[in-house]
């Protein structure tokens, strides 16, 4: 398979996904907001919220049985670095009232100002990370 053709099978199923979504429930697909209703939100609302993210976790499940490997690959830094990426991406969807999939995705195909600006705050942010974490600490290299 050629490298380029996962990626943008999996762009066209976010792509998919996200109008579905918002077809059938009228709700943009912003993946954090998703996965923390299914923690603090109502009742009603955690059946399309459940499967919107077993589905996330179901692709990589199922491209390993299809070709045996899930094409993620395995993590290149410890445990205690993914926990630290974690709770930033948390805090930093948490400040940006929602994350790349939300603003870069859904809010950049509505043409959304404040999805533009959140958007290139995530990559500027992005790629000083990579850079700080590859080149100054040696982390990932």
Known sequence: ?????????????????????????????????????????????????????????????????????SGIGAPQVGLPWMALAGLLVGIGTRLGGGCTSGHGVCGIARLSPRSLLATAVFMAFGIATVFVLRHLLGVGA
């Open 1 to 69: 398979m050629h490298p380029y053709l996962g990626a943008l099978c999996g762009g066209v199923l976010i792509g998919l996904a996200a109008v579905l979504l918002m077809a059938a429930l009228g709700r943009i697909a912003g993946v954090s907001g998703i996965a923390s209703g299914l923690v603090v939100g109502g009742a009603s609302d955690r059946t399309w919220r459940l499967a919107f993210v077993l589905g996330l976790l179901a692709g990589p499940l199922l491209l390993w049985w299809l070709r045996g490997d």
